[in-house]
């Protein structure tokens, strides 16, 4: 086995994304920064319609923002949803080729993954597509949602948004782009599935950390130093993850505390009523990573980060079968570009 | 858009399979075959165990074959139960940096697909693994076990089964190789999503043959022809699919009739009891091609194949909410390269 760490064949540049969230997302720190919102609906008559609604949204956004709505070589997309009918639903009207990738929350960061690997090799420019919903994921994962369950404070809210992601090898495509920074995703780091035993459904943030911490791990043991970067970023740990996180890699001489940032606890207020722990989902990291953390790239506000999306791959009948609950952590390196020197 | 054919920028061979089965497939036409077979359990205390435990068996016994036990750089893998758990739980052990697929029956080209591109590309040694299990199949998608639900002709059977593969860039590799001729992965086309407004969930062949139908024409389009192949292979169709496909090609003026066969009519007889329209499920193209294709590739008797995994990207929910059901074809073009002259 090699170190893991596959770097991109050609320089290849995220160059458009688009965000779509609910409600609360819009109600929260970053509400004004998203794309589009609107009430958690969509227009559709159920909750797993509307998911698959705010997939077609997102996309079309960030194709529009490309300038591109018919050269994707590729698609990869993938949700929550049994069966990913999220991804599929809402995305069979584009009618590009078509991967679909299961990765639980840390969908995202595998999609940006593959995207990049494609763009950079076989294919020219990929998109990349995750949602989750929070009405359609509770019902699904936990309770009706008339039944108005009590959640744990460990617990996580899940995030009702979709995020989508162009990522091009084409310099062409670069130089259309309106800042004078474009994410470049230069290196990718794929996770290994890691158990370390925790059984609570209710403490994700507990079952990611442990994979997020192998991945960094191997990363930084390839000659990197967290402090190269302006952010570490986890896709949806929270704030019980994130605590365990820090402290898991300080055991291990690695001290990421002053520049990580996880965006589950971005995306809501810590008041916010019922989050508890922060946010998660697929669509979590993606609507933070769109709307805010690549515009601060964009915009020469960050210049270096590190990507980590963080994924339980777990569903409620092997919970109900004893089952433990392993974690995945696909890492992303990416900067920002002067678009000028490309 | 460019055509979407995406091909190897190296020699990508499969350099080994591993199939296992459970019973009803080790008495069908091609039971002496397979790797492995056991009762339908493996020793575990459920259906979903079951099939994670042949997942983590046929990966071990391509990786025995390979002669390589660590040397993975990338495992992709994926199944139909919800959230792919049989790959987490089943792949958990070999501590392989994972990408997870979602592609519902198709799952099995979409590996090799993905192995393939990233074996010609950022790695050199990857793994394809996938599964299905009548027995966890059926109480998801379908009624309870003990139900006994009667079903009508155009239904077909979930595979109890698994298939893993190695796919490596590595000619050294391929010097290990102790047949003739090895299994050259010359290029891919992902699929596209096509619905054709199929609303049967007893009848899959239908709503995935027009997917089928999107891709080969695609590819026939780029130059082939039928006749160039001496077997082009379709995952799961089943006998209701597979007379829609070569129609409809046919209709186009493709004529597939003369080589055309389908892995869902080779797995069991037609006689065999309550299989109907044929196998299905992630597991039946898997181990029809570890078993049989890939086999008879390396041994000569036949030396070029078009081969499609076939899926309908729906879920139970879906289709209780009035949706129809998309399918998805990936196309996998593969030939018998001699290993003297590698």
């Known amino acids: 086995m090699g170190n893991g760490l596959l770097k991109m064949q050609k320089r290849t540049f995220i160059i458009s994304s688009g965000s779509v969230v609910g409600q609360k997302e819009k109600h929260g ?36 923002k490309a300038e591109l709505m018919e050269d994707i070589d590729v698609l990869f997309a993938g949700d929550l949803i049994n069966q990913c009918i999220s991804s599929s639903y809402g995305l069979l009207e584009y009618k590009f080729p078509f991967l679909g990738l299961f990765g639980a929350c840390s969908t995202c960061a595998e999609g940006l993954l593959m995207s990049a690997v494609y763009a950079s090799t076989v294919s020219t420019r990929c998109a990349a597509v995750t949602s989750s919903h929070f009405c359609s994921a509770e019902r699904q994962f936990r309770y009706p949602l008339e039944y108005g369950g009590q959640r744990p404070p460990t617990s996580q809210w899940t995030v009702t948004g979709s995020g989508a992601f162009v990522v091009s090898s084409d310099v062409g495509d670069v130089q259309l782009n309106k800042s004078k920074y474009v994410p470049e995703i230069v290196e990718v780091m794929p996770g290994r599935m890691i158990d370390r035993g925790i059984s609570d459904a209710n403490n994700m943030g507990a ?14 043991s390839l000659g990197h130093a967290p402090d190269e970067f302006d952010l570490i970023i986890t896709g949806d740990l929270g704030r019980e993850g994130s605590g365990i996180l820090i402290d898991l890699l300080s055991a291990r001489g690695i001290d990421i505390s002053k ?25 979590c990291s993606a609507v933070v990573m769109s709307a805010d953390i690549l515009e601060n790239l964009r915009r020469g506000k960050v210049s270096d980060i590190l990507f980590l999306g963080t994924g339980a791959l777990m569903n409620p009948m092997s919970v109900s079968q004893g089952q433990t609950i392993p974690g995945i952590a696909h890492l992303l390196h990416i900067r920002g570009a002067e678009v000028d020197s490309i």
Chains 1, 2 share one sequence.
């Open 207 to 220: 079952a990611m950390a442990p994979s997020a911490v192998d991945t960094l791990e191997r990363y930084f």
């Open 29 to 64: 720190p970053l509400g004004e920064f998203f794309d589009l919102s609107g009430d958690d609906r969509f227009g559709k008559d159920t909750w797993e319609k509307s998911e698959a609604e705010m997939q077609r949204l997102a996309l079309g956004i960030a194709l529009r």
């Open 259 to 283: 520049n990580h940032v996880d965006c589950g606890n971005m995306v809501f207020e810590p008041t916010s009523s019922d989050t508890h722990a922060g946010g998660s989902g697929c669509g």
